[in-house]
């Protein structure tokens, strides 16, 4: 039902990869470079998206040219910037900056669209919850409804808590059937960040609102993978948490999200989350 990758050195290698176990859906690798270092990168039958976390690169992608993607010193600072990758395409990535923290997000899919680049002005932004409810953060949509005409059924994103602890992902949803307009299935794998580097949190993932499933101690570098079941996650007190998350549909384009009966009248409670939702879909 999920999984949990502790941190270590991948090496440039896919930490998802292709046809994986648990969310075969899904794609992620993660990539460090130094100046003037390139990566090739081609992954078929996948879409995917290119994030820098800190640094800037150079991307081409089957000859298309995209330029100083990437303008973080600090993932905490500033809005993120992404090349989106066709199923199949060839992209190569050059480290124009003295380093480059690059993520990628991929998602399963049988047509061959169009690259394109997101850049600060076009990320679609949201910020909702609140201090009192413990559920302050925001969320910045790179793959979402802004830009669904020109992505299949990948959605990439990165979601920030808002202050030092609270939760992330409440009231507790999932997203695992088709069932027209009360759910979708989407798979779905994060990473996770904290600040200070050295914070940690939990993610909580249980297949049935009566469950007790498995808990995991998140920390920075720390990749989890879900293909069902309800999944809230929460960032220790002193923290700022973030994760980058990508989420691929099995059949359709709009993430419809299910949540919890024992907790969904908290829906009515914090504040801005029904904005949330719509963002989604």
Known sequence: MSRHIPPFDNRNQAIIGVGDQTTPLCYFNHVRLRRAERFEHQVPGYETMLVPATGSCDVIVDGREFRAVGKRSHLWEGDPEGVYVPVGSRAEIVCVSDSLDLMIGGGRFDQTLEPFDVRQGEVDKIQYGSDDTKTHRKIKHLLGQKNAERRGRLLVSELFTVGAGGWSGFPPHKHDAERGTQETEYQEVYQFRFNPDHGFGAQ??????????????????????????????????????????????????SLVQHFDPHHAYQIETIPGIKNMIAKFK
Do not use: C, L, Q, W
């Open 204 to 253: 909580f993932v249980y297949a049935h609102e009566d469950d007790y499933g498995p808990v995991y101690h998140v920390r920075t570098g720390s990749v989890i993978a879900i293909d069902r079941g309800y999944h809230p996650s929460v960032a220790a007190p002193g923290y700022e948490m973030y994760y980058f998350t990508v989420i691929v549909g099995a059949h359709s384009k």
